[in-house]
């Protein structure tokens, strides 16, 4: 008999709550406030944007919520997502590590986001919105609201940054394939694109450019509001039913890991996994390492201050507490798109400030080597954002072949580069290069950042 490579669940057996983690924190973390009055948010300052269950659910201090029968029915079209032993790496790698990943390419958008684009736009239909607008950097938040939208009857309209728009033709093409209106951002259809298009042409824009526009458009209009991708409580817990199966799958392949790594760029993959095993953590179950991995030229984690910041670059969002670069920093364009984002999810931001998770940054041509070897072993060509794992994942399991620990890894391969292999090219070709940390641009970011008093 050959041993197994591959746990899968039964549908009998997927998860049917997500899990907050704030329920377990030994402090709350700090909250939103409004950018006007400096005080805390409350659910109103939302209602704009958000239904109010999505709303409720970003301040919800129950451990666990109720998956609705209607959203459970969608994941069904692909959840459980399987967990992988890597034995093909372990092997090339000569460890003595075992490491497993879980595989979240397997969805319609072929990564993890539609886990928070299907009850996003189920709360929102509920609630009888007509249309969602939405920012999309590597396409792939995009595709996976197109897909939500198309599933509960939504109209759906996407802000896609203009050097995205131009570079991946094929993610506007799937995200059209599912229904959605795109436009490249900064767009002539919001005012303030229209005022950085006039004072150049050629914006490539950012992500949080593309925030703005889509924050304009919901505002106006009361059928219309606004969904997030990452960073937010409640995008966080949504993704939770990753970790949730992992913690069934890995009691299946009888292992209990050692050390927990994922990449972040909002943090929401990261959470999604990890925060389930946090909490088996905090009950004093399993005692794993939890490392968040992130680009060098966009180390919000690592490097970023800790501070009240705005969500977007125009400053329309509330303020929020978290590791910031500065919410008018623009990232250099690195290949994972999905990690061009100046801030940090607040709550990861938080859990980090209380020492429960460690965090570390990788050069991209280090990461595409690792994305490279993995699909000469395991088979699949991970999306350039994972590779920021599998880099830090491989560097461990060598680490290891030096001194001879049985570490059990568990990483969180969270997409699939199928529509990603220009930046492969580009690796192929030799022409990929590393971005020193931009301090003077951060230190310049950061003299921008609202001054809340503590
Ligand atoms: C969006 C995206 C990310 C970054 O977002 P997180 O919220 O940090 O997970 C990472 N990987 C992939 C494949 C993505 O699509």
Not at 149 to 177: H, I, N, T
Not at 183 to 188: A, F
Not at 335 to 340: D, K, S, V
């Amino acid at each position: 008999m050959s041993e197994p490579m591959r746990y899968q669940l039964t549908d009998d057996e997927l998860p049917t709550t997500w899990y907050n983690l704030v329920a377990d924190l030994p402090e709350p973390p700090p909250p939103a406030l409004h950018p006007g009055t400096l005080e805390p948010a409350g659910p109103e300052d939302f209602a704009p944007l958000f239904p109010m269950d999505l709303i409720m659910q970003e301040v919800t201090q129950d451990r666990f919520v109720e998956i609705p029968g209607e959203v459970l029915d969608v994941y069904r079209l692909w959840r459980a997502t399987p967990l992988h032993r890597a034995r093909r790496l372990e092997a090339a790698l000569e460890t003595p590590a075992r490491i497993y990943y879980k595989y979240e390419g397997t969805s319609p958008a072929g990564s993890h986001k539609p886990n928070t684009a299907v009850p996003q736009a189920y709360y929102n239909a509920k609630a009888g919105v007509r249309k969602l607008t939405t920012e999309t950097g590597a396409g792939q938040w995009g595709t996976a609201l197109s897909f939500a939208c198309q599933m509960f009857g939504l109209e759906c309209e996407v802000w896609q940054v203009r050097a995205s728009y131009d570079q991946k033709p094929y993610r506007r093409a799937m995200m059209q394939a599912f229904g959605a209106t795109v436009h490249p951002s900064p767009s002539d259809v919001t005012e303030y694109g229209r005022s950085l298009l006039a004072a150049d042409p050629n914006n490539p824009g950012s992500l949080g450019i593309a925030i703005s526009e889509a924050v304009e458009v919901a505002a106006q209009d009361p059928e219309v509001r606004y969904a997030l991708g990452s960073v937010l409580n409640h995008v966080l817990m949504h993704q939770t039913v990753i970790g949730e199966e992992a913690l069934l799958q890995m009691a299946k392949a009888g292992d209990t890991p050692d050390l927990i790594i994922g990449c972040t760029g909002g943090g929401s993959n990261f959470a999604g996994l990890t925060f389930p095993f946090l909490r088996e953590k905090l009950a004093g179950n399993i005692s794993p390492t939890i490392r968040a991995v992130e680009p060098a030229a966009c180390p919000s984690l690592t490097r970023g201050v800790y501070a009240y910041d705005f969500g977007d670059t125009a400053g329309m969002t509330p303020l929020m507490k978290m590791h910031t670069l500065g919410h008018d920093f623009i990232p250099d364009p690195i290949h994972a798109g999905g990690l061009r984002y100046h801030g940090m999810s607040p709550l990861i931001s938080h859990i980090h400030e209380l020492g429960l998770i460690e965090a570390e940054s990788v050069n991209q041509t280090d990461c595409f080597a690792a994305g490279v070897r993995f699909a000469r072993t395991e088979g699949i060509v991970p999306a350039p954002e994972p590779t920021h794992a599998l880099a830090a994942t491989i560097a461990e399991a060598l680490a290891c072949r030096e001194s001879g620990e049985e570490k059990v890894i568990l990483t969180a391969l969270c997409g699939h580069g199928m529509l990603d292999m220009a930046a492969y090219d580009k690796y192929f070709e030799g022409a990929m290069v590393d971005y020193e940390y931009p301090s003077e641009q951060v230190a310049e970011a950061l003299s921008r950042i609202p001054q809340v008093p503590a």
